[in-house]
C-alpha cells in the first residue's frame, strides 16, 4: 500500500489503469518529461500576459495532472486556468508559482519512492 | 474494428491506446483535430475495406477541436456517403455544460476526464452495438428478405455505377437475367413455401458460383439479375452455363420438383454507350428465347453494334 499523502491519489489511478503499477511508471514518465516544456510556455505567456494561452496551458496540465490523481497539482493548474479566463495577472503568477513548488514536491516523493 | 483516437494530453492518449489496444481494437492516434481529421478522410471505408467506424475526440485541442471535427465529419459524412463514424467527446469533469454541446455538434457519447477502463469498455461495446443496429438498418433498405441479396434498386444502382465506370475504361459489363422455371407451377402444386425455399436455394447457389467482385440481386418475383464488371460476351457464357449446371438440381426438401433457371445474358461490349433500361431489356429478351428452347438453357443476345 502507497501512503495517503495530497501529492498523488495512488489507490485512485491505479484503479483506473487496471492495477498496472509497471504502466503507471511509464505515465509518470511521460508527465515528467512533458511538464518542463508545458510550464517554461506557461512562464512565457504569463511575462507576455497573453491570457489566451494562460487559460490553455492551464487546461492542459490540469488535465494531465487529473489524469495521475496528482491532487495538488490538478488544483494548481485549475488555478491558472481560471485566472487565464478571468485575465486575472496576480492568480495566474500565484498559480504558476504554486504549480512549480507542487511539482517539486512531486519529483521528491517519487525520487523518494524509488 | 479500428478506433481513432484525436487527443493532445500524452497520458490521456497513452491510457487510452494501452487498454483500446489490449482489448484487440486496431487503433490510429493523432494528436490534434487536424491529423484526425486526415486520418479519417484517408481511411473511412470507402475502399472496401471497413476504414475507422469509432472517433474518440478530445474536446479541448489545438487546430480543430473535438466540436468543430464532429460537426466536420457530420456534415462531410452526409454529402459523401461515408459510412458512419460513431463519435465519443471528451471533456473535463467540470466542463459538463459542454456535453450538451458535444451531442448537439453530432457526438453520440461522451466520457469525462479521468475516465476508467470498465467505463472506457463499456461506452465502446455501446459504440459497437449501435453501429451494427444501423448496419443492419440500412442493409434492411438495400437487401431482399427471403433471398438476402440485394433487392432490385440496389442491384440497379450497382449496374448504373458499373456501366458508369467500365465507358470510362472501356471495358466490357455483363449482365445476366437468371429467371427461376416453373416457379409458379411450383407455388400452386406444392404450396408458396416450397417455392419460398427453392428460391432461396437457388440465390445462395447463384451467390456462391460468381466471381468475388460480381453482384447480384433479386430483380422480380422469380428472377436475378446479375452484374459482372469486365466481362466480354465469350466469358459471359461461359459463367452462365457454369450456372446454369450449379442451379439444375437444388436440393429440395419436396420430391421431385423440377427446379431449373433459364438465362439470358448481354454483354455491353459491342456498344459502350449500352444504359441499364436497354440492358436489361435485351437480357429479358434473351429470357424469353431460352424459356422458348425449352427452359434450363441459357441464351445470349449480342446488341447491335452503334457506330
Known sequence: MFPENDIIDFASVLERIGGDKE?????IQIYMEDFDSTYNSLVQAVAAQDFTAIQELGHSLKGSSANLSLIQLREKAYLVETAGGEYNLELAQQGTSGLKTEYERFKAYIADRD | MKI?????????SRVLANSITEWGYDLVITRNGEEAWAALASDNGTNGHPGIQIAILDWQMPKLDGVELCRKIRSHGLSQGLAYIYIILLTGRDHQEDIIRGLNAGADDYMTKPF?????????KNGERALSQEKEA???????????LWNRDKILEFLEDELDRNSRRYQPT?????????LGKINSQHGRSSGDHLLAEAARILKDTIR??????RYGDDEFLLVLPN???????MIAERLRRAVETIPSIEVSLNSSVSFGCVSSQYSLTSSCHTLVAAAKKAVKKAKQ???????RIDPERKN
Do not use: P, W
Not at chain 2, 116 to 124: A, H, M, N, P, S
Not at chain 2, 138 to 148: A, G, P, Y
Not at chain 2, 231 to 237: A, F, N, P, Q, R
Open chain 2, 174 to 182: 455483363g449482365v445476366i437475367l437468371a429467371d427461376m422455371d416453373n
Open chain 2, 293 to 299: 428452347q425449352g427452359r434450363n438453357c441459357a441464351v
Open chain 2, 138 to 148: 440500412l442493409d434492411l433498405t438495400v437487401t431482399d428478405r427471403l433471398t438476402k
Open chain 2, 4 to 12: 481513432l483516437i484525436a487527443e493532445d494530453d500524452a497520458i490521456s
Open chain 1, 23 to 27: 504502466f503507471l511508471n511509464e505515465l
Open chain 2, 116 to 124: 476508467d477502463q470498465i467505463e472506457l469498455q463499456t461506452r465502446l
Open chain 2, 212 to 217: 468475388r467482385y460480381d453482384r447480384i440481386g
Open chain 2, 231 to 237: 466481362c466480354g460476351k465469350d466469358h459471359l457464357t
